[in-house]
């Protein structure tokens, strides 16, 4: 069999030895059971006879999101290989049925004692019902689904494998189906890497909508607050006026008409120091310095200040 040593623009691998060169496919871009994009083959779709194989490699986009590869079959049977390695898979012609046969390379296979040449898991699974789930946790395995007429969708963990070197190679198998009407096989391959987008409507709205509860919630502390900084202080005002209230004081009164005869010792001196009148000048207030040196009472400062209430001059009335 004659190969070709490299692969053409948008394929990738190694053709030779039996080996095939894989179509490219980026994530979220579906492509028919021909090879090429949907957006080409959706008027008039090539379909896949009994026999005939097609190759593609997936290769992820992100890093760290699980990435899906789902498989429709719209008409026909398929079997679905798959592995990391570009080198797994040798597609042989089988010149006695005129098909095309896949098989494993050498080197993925087993040793005389039973033992496995690589450190590959090898995974075969039979397809079943409208849709068909599987998940793989090993990094490297081989896998096979037989027989498959409707959905199959692989899911590859990233914190099972590493998706920033590993690319994800398929085979893709018409088989003769049990309908004879039916032999031809349709339908797509795609891949996706769902990521949790947001939408900014959503968002401003429950931002909003906290935002100003937390306002209201502030507006009704700072009430609740203030309220209660005016009744501390009304307390304390009323502390505060009974403490003054209960003050000791005395009281002198001092005759002003009383012309007592002086002491030679003694030092009388009165003379006021202010006069305000009130807004109407009935009643004047007049501050007065009284010292007097003879007072044994007041020992500790000769000099106080001393409020007289002066009333009017009415006949009757002493200052």
């Keep these: 069999m004659v190969q070709c040593s490299k692969c053409k623009e948008g394929y ?3 053709p030779t030895s039996g080996h095939q060169c894989y179509k490219q496919m980026s994530v979220d871009s579906k492509m028919c ?12 779709p090539k379909p896949l006879h009994p026999g005939e194989v097609v190759f593609f490699v997936i290769q992820p986009r992100f890093m760290n999101v699980d990435i899906r590869i789902i498989i429709d079959v719209t008409q026909g049977k398929l079997n679905v290989f798959m592995s990391t390695h570009d080198d797994t898979y040798v597609a042989n012609p089988n010149f006695t049925t005129g098909l095309t046969d896949i098989d494993i390379d050498g080197q993925y296979g087993h040793w005389d004692n039973g033992t496995l ?3 590959d898991i090898y995974l075969e699974k039979q397809a079943y019902g409208l849709r068909t789930y599987i998940t793989i946790l090993q990094p490297k395995t081989i896998l096979l689904v037989k027989h498959l007429q409707d959905r199959l969708v692989i899911t590859l ?8 070197n590993t690319r994800f190679f398929l085979v893709l198998q018409s088989i003769e189906p049990t309908d004879s009407d039916k032999k031809v096989s349709y339908g797509i391959v795609f891949s996706r890497q769902d990521q949790l987008h947001i939408d900014l409507f959503v968002f ?3 931002f909003f909508s906290c935002f100003f509860l937390f306002l209201a919630a502030c507006v009704v502390a700072w009430k609740a607050k203030q309220a209660a ?3 501390r202080a009304r307390r304390r005002h009323v502390v505060e006026m009974l403490h003054m209230a209960k003050r000791p004081f005395a009281s002198i009164t001092l005759n002003l008409n009383a012309r007592p005869k002086p002491k030679k010792t003694a030092h009388y001196d009165l003379r006021p120091i202010a006069i305000e009148p009130t807004g109407n000048f009935e009643i004047k207030y007049i501050a007065l310095s009284i010292s007097d040196s ?8 000769p000099s106080y200040i001393r409020f007289l209430h002066i009333l009017p001059d009415v006949p009757g009335n002493q200052n």
């Design 12 to 14: 990738l691998g190694t």
């Design 33 to 44: 059971f021909d090879a090429k994009p949907i957006d080409e083959c959706k008027s008039k």
């Design 117 to 119: 040449k690589s450190k």
């Design 157 to 164: 963990p990233e914190e099972y494998h590493s998706l920033e």
């Design 204 to 206: 401003f709205s429950v």
């Design 229 to 231: 900084d005016v009744r």
């Design 294 to 301: 003879s007072m044994d009472l007041l020992y500790l400062n």
